[in-house]
């Protein structure tokens, strides 16, 4: 297997795919977040405030904030319809034209005669959108609930807001079990920050483009080319039959998963490669990495599918 994110042309891009603004529940105005994910360190940044009739359905204008070393991708948090648990979905789409038609969502409650989740995920795509099945732990998603949005390119399997504001951050679980059914989802890492909690600059992907455009960014992430990340770096993955090699920024652990139980980890000190075996994971169809370094921030690769 080829790693398709290695061999793709390019070089990584940092950003963040989920933020909100004053435009919506945001503490910030949209120059104040764009200014301080750029002093970050950041290459681009998505703002994605609450796309409902509350805010007047913002698609925040950010163009203004692009400049030679930053970019910005025009997108929303959509809203539309009720999970299994009555609850408003929560839909990131990144990559909206300025002008997506508004849904009939006037609050944070799903109301009747408006479209379904699955459905406002599907014209997001339809529209050029990077369509990622938001925060599921926060959610209280089901599985009914996550494997209807078929539109969806990825599940957020990091949100940091979601950590930071009630330990509910995680998505692997949701991602793991649609990967097993068949799902060819990739994932993403986000901080879905608000600026009133210690919610920003936790999670991100690490995105290998052409470009640093919104154009290249978003053709990398619909292809996969990318990972998700708290801290740790990939430098190279090479897959073989029985083993995967991993090149890596210091961690204390590599762990590679796939269908079921059965996984490849080996636990040290300050390692930057590392060679695992896979005979324990023949009969996976799909397989992905986690890094875990000292502090026990992680990174996650896309799952890479076999046969
Ligand atoms: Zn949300
Ligand atoms: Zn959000």
Not at 17 to 27: C, K, N
Not at 80 to 105: C, K, Q, R
Not at 225 to 238: K, L, M, T, V
Not at 300 to 306: C, F, G, L, Q
Request: proline fraction near 4%; charge should be negative; charged fraction near 20%.
């Amino acid at each position: 297997m080829t790693d398709a994110m290695f061999s793709a042309k390019g070089r990584f891009y940092r950003g963040n795919l989920h933020t909100h603004s004053t435009l919506s529940d945001g503490v910030l105005e949209p120059a104040e977040v764009c200014r301080r994910y750029k002093a970050e360190g950041y290459d681009f940044i998505a703002l994605t405030d609450h796309f409902i009739g509350l805010y007047d359905y913002p698609i925040a204008d950010t163009i203004g904030y692009r400049d030679e070393a930053f970019t910005t991708i025009l997108g929303a948090e959509l809203h539309s319809g009720a999970m299994e648990n009555g609850n408003l979905w929560h839909i990131l789409a990144v990559g909206l034209p300025a002008d997506f038609a508004p849904s009939n969502s006037p609050h944070f409650q799903p109301v009747k005669d408006q479209e379904t989740g699955a459905e406002i995920a599907q014209r997001a795509r339809a529209a050029g959108a990077f369509v990622a099945i938001a925060h599921p732990e926060w959610s209280g998603m089901t599985m009914e609930d996550a494997r209807n949005i078929k539109a969806a390119h990825a599940v957020e399997i990091y949100n940091h807001g979601c950590y930071a504001g009630c330990d509910r951050g995680y998505g692997l679980h949701t991602l793991d079990l649609l990967l097993s059914e068949g799902h060819k989802l990739t994932l993403c890492a986000t901080d879905d920050a608000h600026f009133y909690e210690p919610d920003h600059f936790g999670g991100w992907v690490m995105v290998k483009a052409a470009k640093n455009t919104p154009e290249a960014l978003l053709e990398a992430l619909k292809a996969g080319h990318h990972y998700a990340s708290q801290g740790p770096e990939f430098r190279d993955i090479r897959w073989f039959d029985d083993a995967v090699e991993v090149d890596c920024s210091s961690v204390a652990a590599i762990i590679v998963s796939g269908k079921a139980t059965p996984t490849a980890n080996v636990h040290g000190t300050s390692m930057t490669t590392a060679r695992l075996p896979l005979d324990r994971l023949q009969k996976s169809d799909w397989l992905r990495v986690t890094l875990v370094d000292h502090a026990g921030k992680r990174a996650w690769s896309n799952p890479v599918w076999r046969g």
